[in-house]
């Protein structure tokens, strides 16, 4: 009976809306509310109480709004009781929320203003907050119970009944939570011994009192009693035209007569429970309905069994005088009778089953199609998500390389590296959720190339000099002597892995070490390397090691000291199943950790590089090109023309695929760089209609996974792709490759 309870509570809870945006705007309240009067404590009163009554009528948002304009004017004019008052409302809207964390704190702050007030009802009423904020865990019952024992203490040492009646009532809660029957069973006879509620009490707390009296009597198998509490509990209710707690009576009722064989009447109340399930729970009435029909069919069952039974034992007694030859014809009889019932019962469970099989089925083949839409709807987001966050993405990047290479003024060079370092740190973040998204829709690539990997390694590790020196640390690599020179693979991958294992390192890692070492053997032309990533910061326990590989969680138990979203080590473990290999750890909470993995690579034999341009060749043939840039964005073209003049180019820019189309016509260029999206015309048309024209070279500038616009942008005649934000080498390198290869092609 408790767990089908506690499952109702369960989905009950589901009902709570996704109020996260509140949080959003908690920054917009300092412009919406300004300090500029010092407020009475009856005004501060007067606005608590409009957020009282916005959280009654479930406006959670204009409730968190008062009560933080209530907490800064509180605070502005000292006022101990209001600062205490807007602590504990705010609690009750992060608790709306699930911001357990932050209802915590809020609850123990408004505890530390009452008892400097010396207010001990407020203070106990902050305990029961507490108290019920803890309950919600397993690692914090303890500290829930030591709260309880408190407030009721505090409310019985100061008179307070309606306070002692609360803070019991929300005990006793708990302690069927934890199934503590004993002292359950003491705490709900207090409540029946008073046969008249305080003054005060609400209905709805009444009814919830007879609720716990009747499940303590249907728990000690007095069904009479029980059934007393359950039907005053559910009159009241119905007086106050509360369906969900008339719903929770109707259901703790039914199962009570269902435990205790009272078929009959448990069938009524049930219905009426299925009734008010409709309105409340759609979703569970199915599964409730079914369950109370299949105990009927069980029990039909089981009297039609005990009947041919008695049936087979009258008929056993009228023929004891009979002959041997009657004996036999009985047996035969019987035996017929039983082979015909085993026959049917069978028929009729097979049929049963299939019937059930067909509905859940059908059940499946709906959730697969709202899995299949909700997958659909998130990659389409991601999608937008792509570009909208890596168009000013680019400009910011751009904007802050330009800016630290003209800069000179020494004392501006460490704010310029720091942007710098922030904008490509909220780009690997962005890169992380697309990666992980990726992932999900088997939309990774596996693009082998011939490259080094101890250049590779130089590389990423260069990367980390700003955040190396962030947190004062030390990062070298150790790269062993018979290392391949050059190996065919993914090199892409393997940064993304290497980066990611380097980040948490330092995350957790300060005033460290961390080591990169690579150890390598080779066979038969194969190259077996090791790669293993050590640092001496936080390490992990034992107990945390599984977990850290789970998406959106960290492994330190205060994780919310560091900065991250918990995806780093996720995205390793499935690029590396992607690889046919998998990350290893060795780690003891306070001695550092070392994460490891395997990767087999085809040793390379040719010399050809990987097809960067030396800063000569690219040099030369940069300087003098006519290049127009069909671009919307008014920063990215200031970028991007800044960029290209820097090494010689003569750039022209348009906003747009029509315009790039009339300017070619009457301004031949070397080379066009072309948005994919952009007003008017997008990159795709423009380039289909000037390829009618001309082959001139076009590289497709996009903010969209390459993924979903590869096939789209080369169908139109496009020569090459360049992801926005692009590296300012990675530009310059793509299009003096693409200009070779143009050239040389006529």
């Known amino acids: 009976m408790l767990e089908q309870v506690k499952i109702s509570r369960a989905i009950l809870s589901l009902l709570i809306g996704t109020l996260s945006c509140v949080l959003c705007n908690s920054q917009e309240l300092d412009s919406i509310y300004e300090v500029k009067t010092t407020y009475t404590p009856y005004q501060l009163d007067s606005i608590l109480s409009r957020s009282t009554d916005y959280f009654k009528t479930g406006q959670y948002k204009k409730s968190f709004e008062l009560n933080q304009f209530a907490l800064r004017h509180a605070l502005h004019a000292k006022d101990v009781d209001a600062i205490s008052r807007s602590y504990n409302y705010l609690g009750f809207d992060y608790l709306q929320l699930r911001d357990t964390v932050r209802a915590t704190e809020n609850f123990k702050k408004s505890a530390q203003y009452s008892k400097q007030l010396n207010n001990d009802g407020a203070t106990a009423d902050s305990y029961v907050d507490l108290a019920n904020v803890y309950s919600l865990q397993m690692r914090t019952l303890e500290m829930a119970e030591d709260y309880y024992k408190q407030a009721i203490e505090i409310y019985g040492r100061i008179g307070d009944i309606n306070g002692l009646e609360y803070a019991m009532y929300n005990y006793a809660d708990y302690l069927i939570d934890v199934e503590r029957w004993d002292e359950f069973s003491k705490i709900v006879l207090q409540f029946e011994d008073k046969e008249i509620f305080p003054e005060g009490v609400s209905d709805d707390y009444k009814a919830l009192v007879k609720n716990f009296i009747g499940i303590h009597y249907c728990q000690n198998g007095k069904t009479s009693e029980a059934e007393k509490y359950f039907l005053e509990g559910i009159k009241i209710t119905e007086a106050q035209n509360n369906s969900s707690e008339k719903e929770m009576l109707l259901q703790s009722y039914s199962v009570c007569l269902l435990e205790n064989n009272k078929l009959q009447q448990a069938a009524i109340i049930q219905n009426q429970y299925i009734e008010i399930l409709k309105t409340n729970q759609t979703n569970f009435i199915e599964q409730e309905t079914a369950k109370l029909a299949q105990k009927y069919k069980v029990e039909e069952y089981q009297r039609e069994l005990d009947k041919t039974r008695l049936q087979k034992q009258l008929q056993e007694e009228q023929i004891k005088n009979r002959t041997i030859l009657n004996y036999v014809l009985f047996g035969l009889v019987a035996v017929a009778l039983l082979i015909i019932l085993i026959l049917a019962s069978n028929f009729y469970k097979r049929k049963r089953i299939i019937k059930q099989l067909r509905k859940k089925n059908h059940a499946y083949l709906i959730e697969k199609k709202k899995a299949e839409d909700l997958a659909e709807v998130k990659n389409n987001f991601f999608s937008t998500v792509s570009h909208e966050l890596r168009t000013p993405l680019y ?42 998204n990726k992932i999900d829709h088997n939309k990774i690539e596996d693009e082998e190339t011939v490259f080094s990997i101890r250049d590779l390694v130089e590389r990423i590790i260069k990367t980390f000099e700003y955040l190396k020196r962030q947190n004062n640390n030390t990062l070298n690599s150790i790269i062993p002597d018979n290392l391949p020179h050059r190996v065919k693979g993914n090199p892409t991958r393997l940064s993304q892995i290497l980066m990611n294992l380097l980040g948490n390192a330092n995350k957790f890692t300060e005033n460290g070490s961390i080591v990169v070492e690579l150890e390598s053997m080779s066979n038969n032309g ?88 030396t800063p000569i060749v690219l040099e030369n043939v940069l300087k003098g090109l006519k290049i127009l840039v069909a671009e919307d964005n008014k920063i990215n073209q200031m970028v991007t023309r800044k960029i290209l003049e820097k090494v010689g180019v003569q750039c022209s820019v348009v906003e747009n695929g029509a315009l790039a189309i009339d300017f070619y016509k009457n301004n031949p260029v070397d080379l066009i760089l072309m948005d994919v999206n952009m007003p008017v015309m997008d990159g795709v048309t423009a380039t289909q209609n000037i390829r009618k024209i001309s082959d001139v070279p076009i590289i497709a500038l996009t903010a969209v996974e390459i993924e979903e616009a590869r096939e789209r942008i080369y169908s139109s005649g496009m020569n090459d792709i360049i992801i926005k934000p692009y590296d300012i080498e990675e530009l310059k390198n793509k299009i003096a490759t693409t200009i070779i290869s143009y050239r040389s092609s006529k």
């Open 526 to 613: 194969i190259a077996h390397i090791t790669f293993k990533v050590k640092d001496s910061g936080t390490g992990i326990s034992k107990e945390r090691q599984q977990d850290i590989f789970e998406e959106f969680k960290q492994g330190d138990a205060h994780s919310n000291l560091y900065q991250g979203t918990g995806l780093g080590l996720p995205i390793v473990k499935r690029l590396l199943d992607l690889s046919g290999s998998e990350i290893k750890l060795n780690s003891d909470e306070g001695k550092g950790s070392t994460f490891y993995f395997s990767l087999d690579f085809e040793i390379a034999t040719s010399s050809i590089h990987e097809g960067s341009t």
């Open 395 to 436: 400009g910011v990047i751009g904007l802050s390389s330009i800016l630290s290479e003209n800069n000179k003024d020494a004392t501006l060079s460490s704010d310029l590296e720091s942007l710098k370092f922030s904008a490509d740190y909220l780009l690997a973040l962005v890169n992380n959720v697309l990666e992980i």
